[in-house]
């Protein structure tokens, strides 16, 4: 049994033996509340882009490809009928692949539990990994951090985003695709060499 296990059992036996005082100095003692303070959590298009890059658009959680944010919102402005975005991704109302392939940024360690929020302790991961490691860390989920992917096997689509941005550029009107579009315009001849 860990030690918080413990100091909870022990405590409830406490209770149980009418002892409420000592049960809370048991848990004051032996599992006590850390509060952490909130940090804010807001990165530019840009930051966002380079830890893509950098973990090489794989799902640092699940090992999986990922694909460029700016791409996904293509295939919907193209095919809105086959492809449907909703900006608050109703699941009824958005197409599941923003939740398997959109990447986004977690952290390793949670800021809730102590974590920094700085690029070493970002991880690149889909939507739906960062819905459900939430505040845990990795230990507590019996996860590990798969190895970056390497960009020029996989780019996440970026090239040919940036192709079919370039041969169409009214989808630049969509505010979505014209940032993301800029974003991958800076980042991507820094981590692939044509």
């Known amino acids: ?14 209770i149980c033996e009418g002892n409420a005082a000592e049960a809370k100095s048991i848990i004051t003692k032996g599992y006590p509340f850390k509060p952490i303070a909130k ?4 990165y530019s298009d840009l930051q966002q882009m380079e830890q893509f ?7 640092r959680y ?9 791409m996904l919102r293509v ?7 086959a492809f449907p975005y909703q900006a608050h991704w109703k699941t009824d109302e958005c197409h599941m692949a923003y939740w398997d392939y959109q990447p986004t940024i977690d952290h390793i360690v949670p800021i809730a539990q102590g974590g920094s929020n700085d690029p070493s302790n970002w991880a690149t991961t889909s939507m ?10 990795l230990e507590q989920l019996h996860w590990h951090l798969h190895p970056a992917g390497n ?3 996989w780019d996440g689509l970026s090239k040919d985003f940036i192709c079919i941005v370039d ?12 940032r993301w579009y800029k974003a991958t315009k800076e980042v991507l001849p820094r981590f692939i060499v044509e």
């Open 1 to 14: 049994m860990d030690q918080y296990l413990r100091a909870l059992s022990d405590a409830a036996l406490k």
């Open 39 to 42: 940090e804010k959590r807001s």
């Open 53 to 59: 890059f950098r973990d090489g658009f794989v799902d």
């Open 62 to 70: 699940f090992g999986t490809r990922l694909i460029n944010p700016g």
């Open 75 to 81: 295939f919907s402005e193209l095919y809105p009928d």
């Open 128 to 137: 739906k990994g960062n819905l459900a490691k939430r505040n845990f860390t």
């Open 151 to 153: 960009v020029a096997e």
């Open 167 to 178: 041969q169409d550029t009214d989808l630049l009107k969509i505010n979505a695709i014209s």
